[in-house]
């Protein structure tokens, strides 16, 4: 039975499991279908909460449902067509009076209970008539007497559960021609310019990085209008982005490093003191500390001294603590001794600037030739037996940040079809991508096939990794500039003066630290 990996969107929380604060608007992106009319529906909301009891006795929607507590049980919502599954649940925490926090990927906390508070693995999640909802909340989209269940689990393994099986149709999956695959990457770019030309455009996070790197025309004052919305959100938390989740701080640290901003002073917080605890960063697990050495990497920072009593983060620490949840066969996992092909690149995306020291070569080589092990039969990627563009493009990422041509590396081509063939067997045209083959556009889905899209070109082309994003504007070997591409404003919103850019914060840092390179994931999840 085919399953959508939104497990992986929970595990990235805030990843992946984590997003960014404000959800995506897929009328404005362009990727959800909307209603023909303004007609209305009627869904039912069920929110099944917890106690924050911490780590011991798992309670799980399929196994001890009874010991989740009803906070919602099947409300009644009334509302349009053309409204998403965060519509409805607002409505019912409005009614019942009932906090909330969200983040792009989903559910941070409801009622003050959060993902982490009752172990590592502990996160909220939704099913959509019984089964896992295959979208975000924010893009799900619905139908009339859809039964909702939001609901807190201790254990999200044990309610997504593992037992899938891959049915990806082979008939399509055919050769692409370097043509062929241009001319895709060329349509994501212009489905994204003509996006951010759009006064409605909500844009994540990734889509800065993407669109910065991929040498994307935008208009005039789009990366200061991102820069704005994330000093923003980072003020009005008062610059704690999570109690639990370093990838939240991650995240928004790469967005604002591709958009020019000096995330030392975002909002008047430094946003790399929170990472200088290690004790923090590690208690997400592994998922932590692959992103913040992604993080301080991504801008040759320099790690701030941490607080008396915390242990200092350090990136021999962060590169130690990866190298020990290898598994056996090479690759990584969430959890389980089965490897992850996503979370598998995306230790290799962090690791990948520190190849010169022996260890770290020896364990990029095991993890490479694991991801060649478990690729499919038909050239695709499967995490948690569900075969989707995001594997993919993860992977795509991590072999273009090592210098691996994922279209000719004998390695990632199965039954004559390459890891590039697969990949584009997901594109549906003007710029967007299915989750699954055959299936609809989706957001998150476009969102990383476009990031892959930009490291498979960035290597290609002898320019530096999609993650580091202060290569020096004057290399040779990468002419895409480190400055993001600009368009004028429109007519009635002109501004001459360029937006903010990387050039200042180069300046600053390049001359006083030479540090290793960096890379990370997006969304799958994910954070996610």
């Known amino acids: ?137 924010s893009t799900q989209a619905l139908n009339d007497n859809d039964n909702i269940i939001f609901y807190f689990t201790d254990d999200w393994s044990v309610d997504f559960g593992t037992d899938y099986s891959d049915d990806t149709d082979s008939s399509l999956i055919k050769p692409v021609s370097d043509e062929e695959l241009k001319k895709i990457y060329n349509e994501t770019i212009s489905c994204y310019e003509e996006n951010a030309a759009t006064s409605s455009f909500t844009t994540s996070d990734w889509i800065i990085l993407a669109m910065a790197k991929s040498g994307a025309k935008v208009p005039s004052d789009y990366y200061k209008k991102q820069i704005e919305r994330l000093t923003d959100i980072v003020r009005e938390k008062e610059g704690v982005l999570s109690k639990t989740s370093a990838t939240e701080y991650d995240r928004v640290i790469i967005a604002l490093t591709a958009a020019g901003a000096d995330v030392k002073n975002a909002g008047g917080y430094n946003l790399l003191q929170a990472l200088s605890d290690y004790d923090f960063v590690t208690k997400q697990g592994i998922n932590g500390a692959i992103y913040t050495l992604i993080a301080f990497d991504c801008g040759k920072y320099e790690i701030p001294e941490a607080a008396t009593r915390s242990v200092q983060t350090t990136r021999e620490l962060l590169i130690n603590y990866i190298l020990e949840q290898q598994l056996e066969d090479g690759g990584f996992a969430y959890f389980g001794n089965v490897s992850d092909p996503d979370l598998t690149a995306m230790a290799l995306i962090s690791l990948a600037p520190y190849k010169a020291d022996k260890k770290v070569e020896a364990a990029i080589k095991k993890a490479v030739d694991c991801l060649s092990a478990i690729q499919d039969k038909e050239g695709t990627y499967s995490s948690f037996g569900t075969a989707c563009v995001e594997s993919a493009a993860q992977v795509i990422i991590a072999l273009s940040t090592l210098g691996i041509n994922p279209k000719s590396d004998s390695r990632f081509i199965k ?114």
């Open 1 to 137: 039975m085919r399953k959508l990996k939104n497990a992986v969107v929970f595990l990235l929380v805030a990843a992946f499991v984590a997003g960014i604060f404000n959800p995506a608007n897929p009328a404005a992106n362009g990727f959800s279908a909307k209603a023909e009319d303004a007609e209305t529906i009627t869904v039912y909301v069920s929110i099944f909460g917890d106690t924050k009891h911490g780590e011991g006795e798992v309670h799980s929607l399929t196994e001890t449902a009874d010991k989740l507590l009803k906070w919602a049980d099947h409300a009644a919502v009334t509302l349009d067509k053309d409204k998403v599954a965060k519509d409805a649940l607002d409505i019912v925490l409005a009614e019942k009076g009932i906090s909330a926090e969200f983040n792009e990927w989903g559910i941070v906390s409801i009622n003050g209970l959060a993902g982490g508070d009752n172990g590592l693995n502990s996160s909220w999640l939704y099913k959509i008539n019984g089964k896992d909802a295959p979208e975000m909340i």
């Open 415 to 528: 039954n004559g079809k390459s890891l590039m063939d697969a990949f584009c067997a997901f594109y549906l045209g003007e710029g967007r991508f299915a989750h699954n083959i055959g299936d609809n556009a989706n957001v998150m889905a476009s969102e990383q096939a476009y990031m892959a899209l930009a490291a498979y070109y960035r290597f290609v082309e002898g320019k530096t990794p999609l993650y580091d994003i202060l290569a020096a504007e004057n290399d040779e070997n990468d002419n895409s500039q480190a400055t993001p591409s600009v368009t004028p404003a429109p007519e009635e919103d002109k501004e001459t003066t360029p937006p903010p850019t990387g050039d200042n914060v180069m300046i600053l840092y390049v001359l006083v630290m030479i540090s290793s390179l960096g890379i990370l994931y997006t969304g799958k999840k994910k954070s996610r």
